[in-house]
């Protein structure tokens, strides 16, 4: 598989493809492939150089001289996913100049040369400005560690920071713009800025560059016991700082750094004594407390090369990214057969039973519901008549419906009511009572029951009466649902328990022009209706 094709396969690469891995890890790859070893192997990846170049500032017993500038490369390599190493060779160039004199230097032999700035007859020195240009090469190794890359949040980043810590050699070469000729200079500067004069260092700095025109070409004071490499001082050097990288695309990107360096020498200024000034007294002479430094923020080009059978370098892969993908859309991990709850054992499982609770043996639909197989809202398990005409629906609570007689017994019922002796006729009921439910309560209180009570011996002394049991509601779903269930508390009340035959009753519920928590009773005598209607919404009735 090429690289290519390794990076677009997931988020990452194919945790799959042994050509990203080494030799010395096909052993853990294979077992990991056999599911023997939980953990995929490292993956080969890729080495990155870069160039950079930026500004350079010293950290010295002399002031800095104006912005220097620098230039870099390195080669770096991933240990891992958090730490790399990297080689990195630097070109430093550093300048100084103070805007204090100092004449207490008779320590330094490169600057009292007789053909220089000699002692004076009454042993003092004429006062001089320190100045210096360093050049410095250095070679170092450092550890980066960095700490983007592993997000819990997304796949991959865009850029990344780190942080890191090195030493190497580094050898310099410092140089003074002196000469025996800038001491009237000296002095004509020192002349026109007293010394105590502090808010004009600015433009003491800026005489003394017109005063120092001449070349950077007397070598500055040296340290005898270190060694040296070409002639010049060879010391250590230590380095820490920081950096950000942003990514172009997979090959590219540019990095933003800052880096510290702290040296083994005094000497980088060519100054290890200084000048201990004290307005109104006289000066002093006192060796540099602490080792140079400088810093160097740098802006570079970084690349990544040997790419074949390797993956980016691990500071820009995720290694949660296998494990969050596998974990989506398992593609090596083992699944167990899965095992699905069918708690009424109809054959269909829970997560799609809409019916869960299904009477064993009662048969059910692909979703999981009882069967109804004329719809008349009885299920087949509950069905005592389970192909009921459509014209004799609606059916009782077993499901049994009652069909209309044939033309001839409509005929003879006509002709037996004109005779006034037909069903309904003569009925003396008179006016029935009311029960008003609280609430959305469907529930029957101990007066209702009394009232119904009433109601049921006047049906029983006038036996040719029917009566028309009323709910309202019709504004909602919810509304006409609880009609219905009040309506058919009253009519269940009155059958089961006050022993009135079904067919006495018509069923009306969600009329309208009425009050929605009132059920009404009136004599239906003569009328037509049915004695049971289905539940208009048995997912809302109410227990």
């Not at 990846?45 to 500004?55: D, H, L, Q, R």
């Not at 230039?71 to 080689?87: M, N, P, Q």
Request: proline share 6%; with cysteine; net charge neutral.
């Amino acid at each position: 598989m090429s690289y290519t094709q390794a990076q677009t396969v997931g988020s990452s690469y194919d945790i799959r493809d042994s050509s990203l891995i080494p030799t010395r890890r096909l052993a853990q790859h294979n077992e990991f492939l056999n599911n023997a070893y939980p953990f995929p192997a490292k993956p080969r990846n890729e080495w990155e150089i870069g160039v950079k170049g930026g500004y350079t500032s010293g950290f010295t017993s002399v002031a800095n001289w104006g912005p220097t500038g620098g230039f870099g490369f390195h080669i770096r390599k991933a240990l891992g996913y958090v730490v790399s190493i990297r080689a990195e060779y630097d070109w430093i160039r550093l300048r100084g100049l103070n805007y204090q004199y100092s004449q207490s230097y008779g320590k330094n032999s490169a600057l009292t040369l007789p053909i220089l700035y000699p002692q004076q007859a009454n042993g003092t020195y004429a006062p001089i400005f320190y100045n210096y240009r360093s050049t410095v090469h250095e070679l170092t190794f450092q550890a980066l560690f960095a700490f983007n890359n592993i997000n819990f949040h997304k796949a991959k980043t865009g850029w990344n920071a780190y942080v890191f810590v090195g030493a190497g050699p580094m050898t310099y070469g410092t140089l003074y713009k002196q000469d025996g000729s800038y001491l009237q200079g000296y002095q004509n500067v020192i002349n026109q800025f007293p010394v105590e004069d502090y808010k004009h260092k600015g433009d003491i700095r800026s005489a003394l560059k017109n005063v120092l025109t001449g070349n950077w070409n007397h070598i500055a004071e040296r340290p005898t016991t270190s060694a040296k490499l070409g002639g010049v001082p060879l010391t250590i050097v230590g380095v820490t700082g920081v950096g950000f990288e942003f990514k172009l695309n997979d090959r590219w990107n540019i990095a933003l750094e800052d880096k510290f360096s702290f040296t083994g020498t005094k000497l980088l200024a060519g100054q290890q004594w200084q000048n201990n000034y004290t307005p109104g007294s006289t000066n002093s002479i006192a060796q540099v407390p602490s080792s140079d430094k400088y810093n160097f923020v740098s802006l570079g080009l970084n690349y990544n090369i040997f790419a074949k059978h390797a993956v980016e370098p691990l500071w820009w892969l995720n290694p949660l990214d296998y494990a969050y993908n596998e974990i989506n859309q398992p593609r090596h991990m083992k699944l167990p057969k899965p095992i699905l709850d069918d708690t009424d054992g109809d054959g269909v499982t829970d997560q799609f039973d809409l019916e869960p609770n299904t009477p064993k043996g009662a048969p059910v639909d692909t979703h999981g519901v009882s069967l109804d197989t004329d719809g008349d809202g009885v299920p087949d398990y509950k069905d005592k008549e389970k192909i009921t005409p459509t014209q004799c629906q609606p059916v009782d609570a077993d499901g049994v419906g009652k069909c209309p007689d044939p033309q001839c017994c409509k005929d003879l019922k006509n002709l037996i009511d004109s005779a006034g002796l037909g069903y309904g006729h003569k009925c003396g009921i008179g006016d029935l009572p009311s029960i008003t439910f609280k609430g959305r309560s469907v529930n029957l209180t101990k007066e209702h029951k009394q009232l119904l009570s009433t109601v049921a011996q006047k049906m029983k002394d006038n036996p040719n009466c029917r009566v028309a049991v009323i709910g309202y509601g019709e504004s909602s779903k919810a509304a006409q649902q609880l009609s219905w269930d009040r309506v058919n508390a009253v009519i269940n009340y009155l059958v089961e328990k006050e022993g009135i035959s079904s067919d006495r009753f018509i069923f009306r519920y969600g009329q309208s022009g009425g009050e929605e928590n009132t059920i009404d009773l009136k004599d239906a005598t003569g009328e037509e209706g049915p004695n049971t209607v289905p539940a208009p919404h048995p997912n809302l009735r109410r227990k």
